[in-house]
């Protein structure tokens, strides 16, 4: 799978969108694009993911780039309960070797304010 | 939180003593997974079930067995708990129709 690199930590005003970055250079053409988000002390919870087209749905928004080497998760509207570690995580789909796996790294610590 | 609970949801045991812990779904998902979390090293898997009864070690199984004899559940055992083994452990669960995992609430255990 495709190694991620994110930004160790942002901040963002309550209410303010918050614009999260990953790259993803090395990734290949069947391999998609995963956010998860983890609050403290819970488990990891999935948010969306995209192959090549941008995605909406009622927690975020990914927009991926045209050569797919980087993404962008957006919280239209932050709210000081989104404070969370975000993980970018790039994986191949359905099938293959890696039964699944997904490879969690540091992440993004977000940081919203009131 | 997609119909997975674990129990116990904390623990604390002494060191050589067996540990079991265990996953509930209740959503029929063919695949299953146990991580740990640890500060400084994320996620790291440590056993999945692709099935009843059909069982793989992840990165870390050292110190770790696993059981699958229905569907809905999953049990993680520790022979004999060490303190390396203190940890948050997470189960998720994964459908056939995708590769994305929902995850359980955690369990954490304390060797002392």
């Known amino acids: 799978d495709a190694k991620t690199t994110q930004p160790p930590s942002m901040d963002c005003a309550e209410g303010r969108a918050a614009n999260l970055p990953c790259n993803h250079s090395?990734?290949?053409?069947?391999?998609?694009v995963y956010w998860y988000r983890q609050i403290h002390s819970q488990g990891p919870q999935y948010i969306i993911h995209g192959l090549k087209n941008n995605e909406t749905n009622e927690m975020a928004s990914l927009i991926i780039t045209e050569d797919r080497k980087s993404s962008t998760l957006i919280l239209p509207h932050a709210t000081l309960r989104d404070t969370a570690v975000y993980y970018c995580?790039?994986?191949?789909?359905?099938?293959?070797?890696?039964?699944?796996?997904?490879?969690f790294g540091q992440g993004t610590i977000l940081t919203v304010h009131p | 939180d997609a119909g997975i609970t674990q129990s116990p949801r904390h623990k604390v045991t002494e060191t050589g003593t067996p540990v079991t812990l265990r996953c509930h779904q209740t959503e029929n998902h063919r695949y299953m997974y146990w991580y740990r979390q640890d500060p400084g090293h994320g996620l790291r898997l440590i056993h999945y079930?692709?099935?009843?009864?059909?069982?793989d070690k992840g990165e870390v199984s050292d110190g770790y067995s696993v059981s699958r004899s229905k569907t809905e559940d999953f049990l993680l055992t520790l022979e004999s708990a060490t303190s390396s083994q203190t940890s948050v452990y997470f189960c998720?669960?994964?459908?056939?129709?995708?590769?994305?995992?929902?995850f359980g609430p955690g369990t954490r255990l304390l060797v002392l």
């Open positions: 079930s692709y099935g009843v009864k059909d069982t």
């Open positions: 090395t990734i290949s053409g069947n391999e998609y």
């Open positions: 995580i790039v994986r191949e789909g359905t099938g293959g070797t890696s039964y699944g796996k997904l490879t």
């Open positions: 998720a669960i994964r459908g056939t129709e995708g590769p994305t995992q929902y």
